[in-house]
């Protein structure tokens, strides 16, 4: 389908528009929040975060919208588009087959101002489970000694789709867990861990257990699976959880106690044979 189109500074303006209704509000404060909605001219090729800088640009300039890179690596402009947390840079208002798109802040996250999130407690917990690789062998006194870490094409698929995590917190945003425990790390903090715990080249396997096993850990996920259907990277961090859970299963320190088996010696055992 073709469209006129006339030229408006950086954008082309097309003959089809459709409807941007966008979630406006500022912070805590109450009773500040509503909906202001938009007519924004689209192309096939046109994405949501296009239509929000056409409406920021020439329509209200006090929209306030997070972005950078455009192309699906920062993670930057995630938000609720219809419902389901998209990043706005990849999702094109073709895809979406409506004339009325919704835009919204990401759940789970406390909101600055319109569509902008407040990331703190996200890399809190991120950071807390130490997304490193952490081998004392690889501290070197002496800048002349050489140190390297073979892998084989084997190793590095245990942990390779985990390692295109771009922190965009779609993940975090559509958790249920995340939803009703503050405590839980998410999705996204505990599939980095199991990159890290899977990665040959890291000797804190313990360690990283003992971080994740606590009642506010690994157990609290209910394996709704909707992280790993929201993430636009392909990662798959509900499989991640899952895999870090049947290692701590054989050893666990809190709630996956083995029970201890107490065995009826024949001596006395009262029962009749036969």
């Known amino acids: 389908m073709s469209f006129g189109t006339s030229v408006r500074g950086d954008f082309v303006m097309a003959a089809k528009t459709v409807t941007l209704r966008i979630y406006r509000t500022i912070g805590k404060m109450k009773g500040t929040s509503n909906y202001d909605e938009f007519e924004v001219p689209i192309q096939r090729w046109t994405t949501v975060l296009d239509g929000l800088l056409y409406a920021k640009s020439y329509l209200d300039s006090s929209i306030g919208i997070r972005y950078s890179c455009r192309m699906a690596s920062c993670g930057s402009c995630g938000m609720k588009i219809n419902g389901t947390p998209r990043l706005a840079c990849y ?4 895809e979406l087959n409506t004339s009325l798109i919704i835009c919204e802040p990401l759940g789970n996250f406390p909101i600055i101002r319109d569509l902008v999130t407040d990331f703190s407690q996200f890399f809190k917990h991120h950071k807390n489970l130490e997304p490193y690789i952490q081998n004392k062998s690889a501290d070197i006194d002496n800048k002349k000694d050489l140190s390297w870490f073979r892998q084989t094409p084997e190793d590095v698929d245990k942990y390779l789709q985990f ?3 771009i922190k965009c917190g779609l993940c975090y945003s559509a958790c249920p867990s995340v939803a009703t425990d ?6 996204q903090a505990l599939a980095q ?5 899977s990665d ?3 000797d804190a396997s313990k360690k990283r257990l003992n971080l994740v096993d606590t009642n506010h850990g690994i157990w609290r996920c209910h394996f709704a ?3 790993s259907k929201v993430c636009p990277k392909g990662v798959d961090p509900a499989l ?3 895999l870090m859970r049947g290692h701590l299963m054989k050893f666990s320190k809190s709630s996956m106690k083995k029970a201890k088996l107490e065995f009826i010696h024949s001596d006395d055992y009262s029962g009749t044979d036969g």
């Open 91 to 94: 999702t094109k208002f073709s």
């Open 200 to 202: 040959s080249r890291d």
């Open 182 to 187: 503050s405590k839980f790390p998410g999705p």
């Open 225 to 227: 699976g909707s992280c």
């Open 240 to 242: 991640g959880i899952q």
């Open 193 to 197: 861990e199991y990159r890290y715990f």
């Open 163 to 165: 390692s295109y995590c």
